[in-house]
């Protein structure tokens, strides 16, 4: 764990989490600490492809390279969408990072891919509230944010 804390080498952080995939998803199922992945696993956040690796490992090959296909006009298609929320200091940022292209060197806290799917949070409807639930809040589903899987094929 400590190595994938500290290690710079994108592969070997790669080759760590994919060896941890089995323990993220068992974590993943076990409400008590789901919202918790992301601080335990922070490399999901600053190394571009372990969302993609972990969707492979979960659905095949097959299928991630369906979304990877058509991940650029679904990506678009929400930061267009994203451009009518209300400009709250949290989707401006969003917004500024899903727009960063590769060239940009400084400024947005998130990759562009990553700051898209947290904008597909503040797009969703909220679930339908009963007794026992509550109505959260888009910035804290960012922090519950831990599968996202898009069903446009």
Known sequence: M???LH???DSVIRSKMEDTFHHRQELVHNPEITTEILKMYPRFLDVK??????FRLLFGVEMSSKLMEKWDAIKSKIIEKAQVLTQTLTVRNLLMSAKKTEDDDAGP???SDMATLLLLLHLLPPQ???KKCTKISAEAAIERLIVLVLLQF
């Not at 492809?49 to 972990?54: A, E, S, W």
């Open 2 to 4: 400590s190595l994938l």
């Open 7 to 9: 290690s710079s080498d």
């Open 49 to 54: 492809g372990l969302i993609n690796q972990d």
């Open 109 to 111: 806290e998130w990759d």
């Open 128 to 130: 339908p509230i009963g």
